[in-house]
């Protein structure tokens, strides 16, 4: 009997690790949502193979047109990095392959069907790019003080808003004190966004990083890239003396006319109305998983600078219940209820395999609810995220 016992638990354990091979082998089966909750599953073929050896560089940012396709901007070249690490390609990735075009154009299968951009006319350290209504490419950069405009092959230049190289600061210069005042020139510029009501235009104007200072504000335009307002980000009486340098490390404008925006170092969105009127602040927490010595100095702890809210996106739902919160501390991409600010659930996790991120940066969300999140200074590429289920 004892025999018999140990026979079926043997062949119970094997037919439990041929399931598990056949699970592994054939893929995770589709995930389950709960109470609507959206769940997402990382597309491992992704996009496809770059041709004649292409390696990408940190990625700035991404975009999403009528068609799904996926527009990268990335930073090919050591822009002389005022982080003080190294922006471009390393020389054993020149040894090995070619540093790619700064934009690349992908169709929603992951195939590359475009790619241009000149380096010594784009913005410097590119940092964003927007898609509008017209099929439109906006770029900007956060080492720079422009934004572009671009035609949707690249082939032409249709609007410039500053002067490349030229700061809204006391000298003109990145070292000058930060004016936030210019309606024509930026001050870091970190990312784009369009009122889909009028086709107006927001620019976050204000990344902060390395040496030097920074701007803090929203700056709106209209399509034609007239100006038309602008606000800083909000600091309550009480914080006024404590509170973190203000950094609006991205800007998104929902469907009924809400403006989030980043509040990067101090973990949080803030929400304004469209004329700038501050709404409520919402923090996200995050968790220290290796604890820092109280005098701890150097990576470690300036990691911690990256902020728990450093992009967001929205479902495509027409009441966009959703919104998508890059954690770039935790390494995560937290599901939130936009209504209460209440993280519902995430994905990812910290590391360098398929579905894990390593400096998780920038988003974009397709027709289909697919979310493509791309990762800068150790990641360095772009992965596509299958939505599930839910909704």
């Given at each position: 009997m004892i025999v018999k016992l140990k026979w079926r638990s043997a062949m119970w354990a094997v037919a439990c690790g041929a399931l598990a091979f056949a699970a592994m082998m054939c893929g995770p089966g589709p995930l389950r949502a709960q109470d609507g909750v959206p769940k997402f599953a990382v597309d491992p073929y992704w996009p496809k193979p770059l041709p004649d050896r292409w390696v990408t560089g940190e990625i700035g940012g991404l975009c999403v047109d009528s068609r799904d396709h996926v527009f990268l901007v990335q930073r090919v070249n050591d822009v002389g990095g005022m982080d003080g690490h190294l922006e471009g390609l390393t020389g054993d990735e020149l040894n090995a392959g070619q540093a790619s075009p700064p934009v690349i154009e992908f169709d929603a299968e992951g195939n590359v069907v475009n790619s241009w951009g000149d380096s010594s006319l784009l913005p410097k350290d590119l940092h964003g790019c927007a898609i509008d209504r017209d099929g439109h490419v906006w770029i900007d950069g956060s080492e720079d003080g422009i934004v572009q405009e671009y035609s949707h092959d690249g082939k032409e230049l249709l609007?410039?808003?500053?002067?490349?190289?030229?700061?809204?600061?006391?000298?003109?210069?990145?070292?000058?004190?930060?004016?936030?005042?210019?309606?024509?020139?930026?001050?870091?510029?970190?990312?784009?966004?369009?009122?889909?009501?009028?086709?107006?235009?927001?620019?976050?104007?204000?990344?902060?990083?390395?040496?030097?200072?920074?701007?803090?504000?929203?700056?709106?335009?209209?399509?034609?890239?007239?100006?038309?307002?602008?606000?800083?980000?909000?600091?309550?009486?009480?914080?006024?003396?404590?509170?973190?340098?203000?950094?609006?490390?991205?800007?998104?404008?929902?469907?009924?006319?809400?403006?989030?925006?980043?509040?990067?170092?101090?973990?949080?969105?803030?929400?304004?109305?469209?004329?700038?009127?501050?709404?409520?602040?919402?923090?996200?927490?995050?968790?220290?998983?290796?604890?820092?010595?109280?005098?701890?100095?150097?990576?470690?702890?300036?990691?911690?600078?990256?902020?728990?809210?450093?992009?967001?996106?929205?479902?495509?739902?027409?009441?966009?219940?959703?919104?998508?919160?890059?954690?770039?501390?935790?390494?995560?991409?937290?599901?939130?209820?936009?209504?209460?600010?209440?993280?519902?659930?995430?994905?990812?996790?910290?590391?360098?395999?398929?579905?894990?991120?390593?400096?998780?940066?920038?988003?974009?969300?397709?027709?289909?609810?697919?979310?493509?999140?791309?990762?800068?200074?150790?990641?360095?590429?772009?992965?596509?995220?299958?939505?599930?289920?839910?909704?």
């Open positions: 609007l410039q808003i500053g002067k490349r190289g030229v700061f809204d600061s006391s000298d003109g210069t990145v070292n000058g004190t930060p004016l936030n005042s210019s309606p024509s020139q930026f001050f870091r510029v970190s990312e784009i966004a369009f009122d889909s009501r009028n086709g107006d235009v927001y620019v976050a104007d204000g990344h902060a990083k390395g040496s030097g200072g920074n701007n803090f504000r929203i700056v709106v335009f209209d399509r034609a890239g007239h100006y038309l307002r602008q606000w800083k980000l909000y600091r309550s009486p009480e914080e006024a003396a404590t509170a973190a340098k203000p950094t609006p490390h991205c800007v998104r404008v929902s469907n009924d006319g809400q403006v989030y925006v980043c509040d990067r170092w101090m973990n949080r969105l803030q929400v304004f109305d469209t004329s700038g009127n501050f709404q409520k602040n919402m923090p996200f927490a995050f968790k220290v998983w290796t604890p820092i010595p109280s005098n701890g100095t150097g990576s470690r702890r300036e990691a911690m600078l990256v902020g728990s809210a450093s992009s967001v996106e929205f479902s495509n739902d027409p009441g966009q219940k959703f919104m998508y919160v890059i954690n770039e501390i935790d390494e995560q991409i937290d599901i939130v209820d936009r209504a209460s600010g209440r993280v519902l659930g995430s994905f990812g996790r910290p590391g360098h395999q398929v579905g894990e991120f390593m400096h998780a940066h920038t988003m974009a969300v397709d027709s289909k609810g697919n979310i493509y999140v791309g990762e800068s200074v150790d990641g360095r590429r772009v992965q596509k995220f299958k939505i599930a289920g839910g909704k």
